[in-house]
């Protein structure tokens, strides 16, 4: 198991993302909710850049013609086809067999590192 230092909690504070690259891979790492996550910057559709889309909310089941809105700055909808997957999970809203790759973001004071096992 391998620790590296990947950004500052200000940092995230500040913007709710950061993309970095680690152990020559690219990862966004999250604030969701006061929780850090973070996830491969690929997308399992077509191998975009998925951790620069957008942070946004999604449409929640509803009845016919009512149109609820919901969950907040906890999806991440890829940039190139509009994929949307849940940021604290990292699974696709409608392939639950689809999901993109974690993982574990550790705290130490102000420091945050992904550990890679």
Same mark, same amino acid.
């Given at each position: 198991?391998?620790?590296?230092?990947?950004?500052?909690?200000?940092?995230? @504070?500040?913007?709710?993302?950061?993309? =970095?690259?680690?152990?020559? *891979?690219? *990862?966004?790492?999250?604030?969701?909710?006061?929780?850090?996550? @973070?996830?491969?910057?690929?997308? !399992?559709? @077509?191998?975009? !850049? =998925?951790?620069?889309?957008?942070?946004c909310g999604t449409?929640? !089941?509803?009845d016919v013609y /009512?149109?609820?809105f919901g969950r907040?700055?906890? *999806?991440?909808?890829? !940039?190139?086809?509009?994929?949307?997957?849940?940021?604290?999970?990292? /699974?696709?809203?409608?392939?639950?067999?689809?999901?993109?790759?974690?993982?574990? =973001?550790?705290?130490?004071?102000?420091?945050?590192?992904?550990?890679?096992?």
């Amino acid at each position: 198991m391998n620790k590296y230092a990947a950004a500052k909690v200000a940092e995230l @504070a500040e913007r709710g993302r950061k993309v =970095v690259t680690v152990n020559g *891979i690219e *990862i966004g790492i999250f604030l969701v909710n006061g929780q850090y996550f @973070a996830w491969r910057n690929m997308c !399992p559709h @077509a191998y975009a !850049p =998925v951790c620069v889309g957008m942070v946004c909310g999604t449409h929640l !089941p509803s009845d016919v013609y /009512e149109y609820e809105f919901g969950r907040e700055q906890e *999806i991440l909808r890829c !940039p190139w086809h509009g994929w949307e997957f849940d940021l604290r999970t990292g /699974e696709h809203l409608v392939n639950s067999g689809t999901k993109l790759r974690g993982y574990p =973001v550790e705290q130490d004071g102000e420091d945050l590192y992904l550990v890679f096992k």
